[in-house]
Each structure stands twice: as C-alpha cells, then as structure tokens.
C-alpha cells in the first residue's frame, strides 16, 4: 500500500495474510460462540435427552418436528415463569438505577468519610451470590433479623413468613437482588457522572440554569451513553436472575418465585428433557439479543446526534 | 450596560491570601484588561465578580447595586470560559438558546433572539451544526453568542485565546475587539499575555501576589511604570533596569552605575524629584528606545538574538545586564564592545529600596 497506482496484488495479498493469521483465533471463536448455538438448535427440534441411549449427534433420530416449539407455546409454567422475570427486572433495575444514581450524585461531591463509605458501598457487588442468597436466606426467616428488627420498631413479635409467603418472597427475592447491584450501578454511574465537565456546568449556572434544569440539559445527556449501558448489562443479567434467589426460595412456596432460569435449571436437571430446554433456551436467547440490538443502537444514536 | 467598582476586595484560600486587597472602578463600556503572572490574583477578582467565589471581604458593585449574596445566574454577566465549556452535546442553536429557554423564554421569542445573535456573530448557517465539531474561531464566537443573547451588561473573558495557537491569535484579537465594539458592553478580560492587553484594552490593571500594582490605558504602563514590577513586566523584553547612586555633575544631576561609569544627566524635572528622594536608585529605560552613540555605556555584547525585524542585543552581564532592541540587524556580534545611550526623555528612574518610580516634578 506504499505506492500509488499499484496492482491491487499486495493488497489482497495482505488481506490472505491477514486471514491466515487471525484462523486460529477465528476458530476457537467459532467453537465457542457458533458451535454451541448450532447444537443447542439442533437439539431443539429433537426429544433427545442424555437419558435416550444415543448421542447428542444422532439426535436426529428423535426428530419430533418443532414440537418443542409448540410446546413451549403451550406451556403457561414457562409463560408465568417469563412474566415472573419480566416482574423482578421491572422492579429491580429502576430501583438500582434510581438508587445507583442517587448515590453517584452523593458521591460526586466530597464529604466527610467518603472514602470509607465508598468501600463498604461496594462490597455487596463483592459477595459470592451463593452466599448473598444463603445470608438473605436466614435474614428472612420467621424467627429471623428482619423480623426482629420489625418488632422492635413497632413493639410487638413479627412473625412474618417471608420465604413461604408468595407475594413477600417476591419481594425478599428482589430486595436481595436491589442489595447486590446497587454498587454496580453506582459505580458505573458515578464514573458518568464525574466525567460531566465541570466548566460546562458552571456555564449553565452563569446562564440561569437551576440544579434540576442542570440536571436535565447537561447532566442526563452527557450521561446518556453510559446510561444505557448500565441499563443493558443489569437487565440482561437481572433476566438470568438464578443463584441468590435459588438458594434464598428455591422457586418456591411452590413457584412463587419460579423465574426463567429457575425453571429451565428445573427442566434440566429433573425432568430431563434437553431437547425442549434447548428450545426454551433458544427463545430466551432472541429476547434478550433485541434488548442487546436495541440497546448498541440507541447508543450509536446518542452519540450521533444533539439530544 | 453598568460599571463595576470593586472596593477593598480581599480572598483568602485558607491561609493563602490569593488577593490582598483591590480597589478597582471599571467604567461603563470599557474594555478592562486584568494582565499578571499566574497566580496573581486575576482569575480569582474575575471568579468574585461573576459570583463562582464570595469575597473573604470588600464589596463589589455593579453600578450602585451590590452584589454581595446574590448568586451567579442572577448577576447579569456573561461568561467566556478559558475553553469556551460550550454544550458539546447541543448544536449551535441550542447553545445559543440555552440561557433563554432556561428562563422560560416563549418559543418565537427564543428563535427571534437567537436568530439576531447569530446574524450578528456571523453564525446563521452553522446553526444546526453540532457543537463538538466546531473550529476554535467558531466555538468562541459561540461562546460570546450565548452569553450575549442574554444581553448581560458586563461580559467577563477567562484566558479565552490561551488555547488558541499563536498564529490564529492575532485573527482572534482582532475578531474580539469588533466584537466589543459592536456590544459596548463592559468588558473585563483576564490574561497573562501583554499582547492581548495591549492590543485590545482601553485600560490594563497589572496585578502581581494578589496586589493591584498599576491602572491605567496600555501606553500609560507601557511608558509610565508604577513601580520596577510593571516596568519589567510590561514590553517584551522587559525594561533595563541598572542600579546606581544619583550624583552631581557640572552638566547637572547624573546617576553613578559604578563600573559602568556615569549616566548622561538627568532631565531637569525627573532630576529634582531625585535629589529629593534619598538611597540608591534604579536608573531605567525600554531597549527599544536604546541608540548606539558616541558617549554613554560601553558594554561588551554577550549575545545577540536575530529575530528578522529586530535584532535583540545582549549587553554586560548579571547585575549590570542591559537588552538593546534594533530595528535592523545593527552588525554587532559577540566580543564586541558597544557604545549605548537612552535618550534622556525616556528615562524612568525607581526608588532602589521601595521600587516606586520617581515621578518628575
């Protein structure tokens, strides 16, 4: 690409070249993005299970043309599964996302112990969720600190049956959730916020701006971004809810809690019917793609043209 | 439009006195330079006129009104950032309509406003244009554009042509001072650039270790020092300053430079106001005002600067050391010994112990 007017040789040349050396990383990328969905796919449309005595590759023995799919269709313990899901991150993310703010915007500023507050803020994000959920687990108990710290307030036994009640395991589930990525949240957020510069915002003062309209016009906007991504990874994890709140209900009292993966780590491990887990799977893994498309667009969007 | 009178002004940062004290009245439409090395107290007088910063004590008026509490939105002063802090993230249009739509201007009227402002700066077809894609030039008349929308009555100017490199700045300079032609609006302008002072103010305060040291149009401190500070300051380079001790002559009061002989006399005035005075004196004068002669100070050339137009001529060394600015390439080189004289006009003389320029008559 040194000369002008040369053969267009070297350059496809150098993209042979280029294609050569990159193989090995192109294939283990395969392997371990392409591959997997293609046998998840093809397992899908099959009653194949590791119990049927053929391997995954002949699976296609147990064709069982796109029965899954109409199962799963049919199938209102997925469905309320799915709206259990959709439920908990309705809840969860705008909480974290309005705490996570309201605390990066505490934190932009200095006061006294700050530094201190900072590190105990950010060691929920830290605990192994198994184990967030097995504290959350006792927290929650009949005869438990919650409940004790209830009665002391109001002065009289609380026996709240938080676990085995369907609504308030709901909501215990999703406190649980709130406790644990809150600091992610604040910690993305408060990273935006401190980039907002400063002299901007002391031009909008000098134009007559108040704090809310501040808020608004520069605050938000040059937040946008990093907004959104926040936004995407908590709803994209939040969806795959599992390990705190399995350990914390199990999905239960009956499937009060039962969320998406809940019921998929249920179908797999008791029902054992893959073929079908691989079709939910399968569903699950296009709704959350059109968050993520929609999500990297808006983003690209943000950053192309004044709000 | 208003004046702005600053009275016993002080700041102080913790045990930092960042200004000790300034008194400062600024006329109604003038063009106000605050010229001084950094952390002279500039930017911080410019802070407390807009309200960024309350005054550890003095007032500040605008006009009759004191400002004291009230906050910087409600001050009516337009601010040019040191890089502009233009809204990247807005257009050009928003931008310029943000002070108004902020203040619940009505739509028509905001349109109206930022349609004459634009058409005024020069702006109207990059309206749409976003505002993180914008030339320096452009960004600054933007900058301008949206304080003067809210048609402020003092404009204050932080460094603005401090980013800008130094061929563009002379373009800007000029884009400036029409500007503030056509708003008349008071303008105070902050610096450490005696060329953008210079240039464009009506009248510089040079300020130095939060102390006002001198006020006055940029002829005034170029040709009138206050004191030693201002005359080294000010011209580039700064004024040659040679101590000595004032003594009689039979061609009148001379001054004594020790080994560098006597100086021509005095002019009868100045010299009246030194025989007054007692001590040593500094004997000063600007190197462009320096002549080759036939009498005067002979120095040995120690270096010699051709920067095209002029030619800077090194004399001497260290205490004793003298600049000499020629027009043309005057042929000395290193080695030589020249032969040079200020003419007595020009002379300044500073009180060696104080500083303080002796005033003739």
Partial sequence: MSTAGATPA????????????TLPAQILVLFISAFPLLMQLYISVTDWSPLSG????????????????????????????????????????????????????????????????????????????AVAGYMFFMLFQSGGPVNDILARIVGAPVTIAWLSDPTLALIAVMIADIWQWTPLMFLILLAGLVGVPEDQMKAATLLG???????????????????????AIRVIENFKIFDTLYIMTGGGPGVATETISVYIYKVTTQDLIWGYVAAIALAILIVLSIVAVYAMKRMAKAREVPA | MSAIHLKNLTKSFGDFAALKTMDLEIADGEFMALLGPSGCGKS???????????????????????????????????????????????SVRQNLAYGPRMRGAAKAEIDRRVGAVAEMLQLSPLLDRKADRLSVNILQRVAIGRSAIMEPAIFLLDEPLSNVDAAFRAVMRTELKQLQRQF?????????????????????????????????TPLEVYNNPANVFVARFIGAPGMNLLKGRPAESDRGLVVDLGPLGVTPPLPDELASAVRAMRGDVLYGFRPEQVALAERGLSMPVSF???????????????????????????????????????????????DAATGLAVKAG
């Fill in chain 1, 54 to 129: 053929v391997g995954w590759w002949n699976a296609w023995e147990m064709w069982n043309s796109f029965a899954n799919y109409t199962d799963l269709a049919a199938d209102t313990r997925f469905w309320s599964a799915l709206q259990r899901t959709a439920i908990v991150m309705l809840v969860c993310v705008p909480a974290e996302f309005l705490l996570g703010l309201a605390l990066a915007m505490l934190f932009a500023d200095d006061f006294l112990g700050k530094r201190v507050f900072y590190s105990i803020l950010l060691m929920p994000m830290m605990v192994v969720p």
């Fill in chain 2, 44 to 90: 911080t007088t410019m802070n407390m006129i807009a309200g960024m910063e309350e005054p550890t004590s003095g007032r500040i008026l605008f006009g009759e009104r004191d400002m004291a509490g009230v906050p910087m939105g409600r001050r009516g002063v337009g601010f040019v950032f040191q890089n502009y802090a233009i809204f990247t993230h807005m």
């Fill in chain 2, 304 to 350: 010699v600067e051709r920067i095209g137009a002029r030619t800077i001529v090194h004399l001497g060394d260290g205490e004793s050391a003298v600049k000499a600015v020629f027009e043309n390439d005057v042929g000395l080189s290193v080695g030589q010994t020249a032969v040079v004289a200020p003419p007595a006009s020009s002379v300044r003389i500073f």
């Fill in chain 2, 184 to 216: 008349r609006q008071t303008m105070v302008y902050v610096t450490h650039d005696q060329l953008e002072a210079m240039t464009m103010a009506d009248r510089i305060a040079v300020m130095d270790h939060g102390v006002l040291q001198q006020v006055g």
């Fill in chain 1, 209 to 231: 701006a108040n704090a809310w309209q501040r808020f608004t016009t520069i605050v938000l906007p040059k937040m946008k971004t990093i907004i959104i991504i926040a936004l």
């Fill in chain 1, 10 to 21: 070297p350059r496809d040349e150098g993209a042979k070249l280029g294609f050569r050396l």
